[in-house]
């Protein structure tokens, strides 16, 4: 049987802190929805009970925080828009239904997850210092403290409802990407048909 090829993707230093940001997000946000729905308590006691679970969230969120500031400065250089990408986001109608006639041709990383990225971003600042806010409320003015419950659960709701998509894409709608981000590579066919100026930039090299 041929070996398959091999296209090197994500390197261990890129998985490794991808996914210590995936576990330190889910922690953080599903304590986080303990805390903010009666509905949703039940989940206090999966991660230990309620007493637990509002000393250690603000805790998750912090290291939530810093694994992102470090996928920021890993990432942050790759993830700028360039003309292809903001056609590409025009086109994305197209490219959600595979009509991809028309649609730029991706880098690296594709306009849609180039958006992801600076989404999550926005989003994580905006979590954190609204947490900070409601970690210490006693030294804290009251117009902050209003903003803070305001800000903090809409950025959340937004940022989880990225991370929904981010999970569908990178498990069920996109066979081979999964693969990437754990085992750090793709073949040239995955390349060629997702990636394709990464792949011609690559194999030009
Ligand atoms: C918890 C479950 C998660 C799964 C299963 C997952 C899966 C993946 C996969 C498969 C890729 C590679 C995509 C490709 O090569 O095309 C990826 C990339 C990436 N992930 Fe995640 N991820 C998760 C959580 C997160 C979280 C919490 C963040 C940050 C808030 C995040 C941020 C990123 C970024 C910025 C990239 C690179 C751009 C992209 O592919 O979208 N991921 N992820």
Redesign the pocket.
């Known amino acids: 049987m041929q070996s398959e090829r091999r296209m090197a993707?994500?390197d261990l230093y890129e998985r490794t802190v991808?996914w210590l940001?995936?576990?330190s997000?889910?922690y953080a946000a599903l304590t986080g929805l303990a805390l903010w729905s009666h509905k949703l308590y039940w989940l206090a006691w999966v991660f230990g009970g309620g007493v637990t679970v509002r000393g250690l969230h603000p805790w998750g969120g912090t290291i939530?925080a810093v694994v992102?500031a470090v996928?920021f400065r890993k990432?942050a250089g790759q993830?700028k828009l360039d003309t292809d990408d903001r056609e590409w986001l025009r086109k994305a109608h197209k490219y959600a239904v595979h009509e991809e006639e028309g649609v730029p041709e991706s880098g690296r990383?594709?306009a849609?997850?180039?958006m992801?990225?600076w989404s999550?971003a926005l989003a994580?600042v905006l979590l954190f210092a609204t947490g900070l806010v409601l970690w210490w409320p006693e030294v804290m003015p009251r117009t902050l403290r209003l903003a803070a419950v305001l800000i903090h659960p809409l950025a959340a709701i937004g940022?989880i409802g990225g991370?929904i998509i981010?999970?569908y894409?990178?498990?069920a709608a996109?066979p081979g990407?999964?693969r990437?981000?754990?085992q750090g590579w793709?073949t040239p066919s995955w390349a060629a048909s997702?990636?394709r100026k990464w792949y011609r930039e690559s194999s030009e090299r």
């Open positions: 993707r994500f991808h940001a995936a576990l997000y889910l939530f992102l996928m990432w993830m990383f594709n849609g997850q180039k992801l990225f999550q994580t940022s991370i981010h999970i894409m990178g498990t996109v990407a999964l990437s981000m754990v793709v997702h990636h």
